[in-house]
């Protein structure tokens, strides 16, 4: 503690320390059992008790976080939503301050997580890079040390994940609704299938059994819901019902204000109650006088992504498409073979005529994008010859080297049928990509590039007309306009 009491204050623009301080375990014979075996034994029977998984493409867990006698049981149902063979970029681990209060959030950036189980590796990379570029984070040492609210969710993802994983450990010291917001704006290129978001909190505190049972699955209902007005005015209210003894509706709300940010304008994201239980319920000295709540709640991303033109290409579908473009470039790379397909076992959908874009991402950059508008050959088939295309015949990269195809990560785009518009108003960024023609030059931009990018819509159309069409930036004002929508899925 006299070590990390050094790093003190909120500066954004620090430097990183030569040699690590690892944040050593707090929580460890509080509110889990301080030794290895121990905590092995706890765990495997909380896991063995809890909900089996029933839901796929989980993308973040609300867990709560009291002493594993009374809430890990619960805490382990959500866990068990995840798939324990997932290899996550990140797991970011979102927490609510119980011990000190500042602006914003904390990012544990100075080393690793300790607990019995062994050291939690924190991404001090990333970590840092966070801090320095968004106001939101900083590194407040005090803001770790004691408290327990993220570190008991780390044992759980020792425990329960098979391979290694980094930890972004953050810690929230605000109840500004304004800066809920800014994190999630800072977090939301991060929010996605590639990464996990484990959301600490525990529900109503100290109302007796019978209302907090009831209070609890109002809260629930909100959170739920998807909707932030909602969640809020539901705390609100809650807490101005004049319950006996109930100090809090949620202990962790920001941290899930946080996770709402993320998801209440995308549809595509639903929210599933897995399991409730409160302390009364506890075997180790339940008392219902006084209890506290504890939910595990799972958020899904949608599976089977659809348009407006129903095609639909399920999670087989988007593994076989991904097989192919993996396999035909390194074969084609490697001994300038195109590979022969077993068709057998592909479904109707990836035999249909669709056009589609193969994309190569090498270190978060872009390494070749090669597509193909016209559906005249099977999808599978446009798949193997723009993998190909991609890897060895875009002009504005190298060929494909077999010793990067370890480093490239394949993306692919499979287009819906072209639609004519008469009015730009008909463009909903995001949603559609766009393909300018005039005379003879024509010029595309996928969905995703107004999301990366930012762009507003006259920057989105003006950039593709001038950068790809090459008629200037006003060109598409007197060409032909046409938008498609895509499903983009990767590896």
């Known amino acids: 503690m006299i070590i990390l009491s050094l790093f003190s204050g909120g500066c954004h623009s620090q430097d990183p320390v030569e040699a690590p301080v690892n944040r050593k375990a707090y929580?460890?014979?509080?509110?889990?059992?301080?030794?290895?075996?121990?905590?092995?034994?706890?765990?495997?029977?909380?896991?063995?008790?809890?909900?089996?998984?029933?839901?796929?493409?989980?993308?973040?867990?609300?867990?709560?976080?009291?002493?594993?006698?009374?809430?890990?049981?619960?805490?382990?149902?959500?866990?068990?939503?995840?798939?324990?063979?997932?290899?996550?970029?990140?797991?970011?681990?979102?927490?609510?301050?119980?011990?000190?209060?500042?602006?914003?959030?904390?990012?544990?950036s100075k080393g690793n997580y300790e607990t019995p189980l062994g050291e939690v590796e924190v991404d001090r990379t990333l970590a840092e890079k966070l801090i320095e570029e968004n106001d939101a984070f900083s590194f407040q040492a005090k803001a770790h040390v004691t408290e327990h609210s993220l570190e008991v969710q780390l044992p759980f993802l020792q425990y329960y994940l098979k391979k290694p994983f980094k930890i972004i450990p953050i810690v929230i010291g605000t109840q500004e609704l304004g800066?809920?917001?800014?994190?999630?704006?800072?977090?939301?290129?991060?929010?996605?299938?590639?990464?996990?978001?484990?959301?600490?909190?525990?529900?109503?505190?100290?109302?007796?059994?019978?209302?907090?049972?009831?209070v609890d699955q109002k809260t629930a209902d909100a959170v739920t819901g998807n909707s932030k007005e909602q969640f809020m005015k539901v705390l609100r209210e809650n807490e101005a019902s004049g319950i006996r003894n109930l100090a809090t509706a949620m202990c962790g709300w920001t941290s899930v204000l946080t996770l709402l940010n993320l998801t209440e304008d995308n549809p595509d994201y639903e929210y599933h109650q897995v399991q409730y239980l409160n302390s009364g319920d506890a075997d180790y000295h339940p008392d219902k006088s006084r209890v506290v709540g504890y939910y595990?709640?799972?958020?899904?991303?949608?599976?089977?992504?659809?348009?407006?033109?129903?095609?639909?290409?399920?999670?087989?579908?988007?593994?076989?498409?991904?097989?192919?473009?993996?396999?035909?470039?390194?074969e084609y790379v490697s001994k300038g073979e195109t590979p022969e397909l077993n068709t057998s076992g592909f479904s109707e959908n990836i035999k249909t005529p669709c056009g589609a874009f193969v994309t190569l991402n090498k270190d978060g950059q872009l390494r070749g994008c090669i597509g193909n508008f016209e559906p005249t050959d099977p999808l599978y088939l446009v798949i193997q010859r723009m993998a190909i295309a991609a890897s060895t015949r875009d002009h504005r990269f190298s060929k494909v080297k077999e010793e990067e195809f370890d480093d490239i990560e394949l993306e692919i785009s499979v287009l819906t049928p072209m639609k004519k518009i008469e009015s730009i108003d008909e463009i909903e960024l995001g949603r559609h990509g766009i393909y300018i023609k005039k005379g003879k030059s024509s010029g595309t931009f996928l969905p995703q590039v107004a999301t990366e990018t930012g762009w507003s819509l006259e920057e989105f159309l003006g950039h593709c007309a001038r950068d790809k069409a090459r008629i200037g930036w006003e060109g598409w004002k007197t060409a032909d306009i046409y938008i498609y929508e895509a499903l983009v899925f990767h590896e």
């Not at 800014?182 to 109302?207: C, G, Q, R």
């Not at 799972?298 to 192919?324: C, H, R, W």
């Open 179 to 214: 800066t809920c917001r800014d994190i999630a704006k800072a977090l939301k290129p991060y929010f996605n299938e590639k990464n996990l978001f484990v959301i600490s909190t525990d529900f109503s505190h100290f109302p007796k059994y019978e209302d907090a049972n009831e």
């Open 296 to 330: 595990a709640i799972a958020i899904t991303a949608d599976g089977e992504q659809q348009t407006d033109s129903d095609f639909v290409l399920t999670k087989k579908d988007k593994a076989d498409l991904l097989g192919i473009a993996r396999l035909t470039m390194e």
């Open 27 to 108: 929580a460890a014979g509080k509110f889990y059992a301080g030794d290895r075996n121990s905590l092995e034994t706890d765990l495997q029977q909380l896991f063995k008790k809890a909900k089996p998984k029933g839901y796929d493409n989980v993308q973040a867990i609300i867990v709560p976080h009291a002493g594993y006698p009374y809430s890990g049981l619960v805490a382990a149902s959500g866990y068990n939503q995840i798939d324990p063979d997932s290899k996550y970029e990140y797991v970011f681990v979102i927490a609510s301050s119980h011990t000190a209060y500042y602006r914003g959030a904390s990012i544990y």
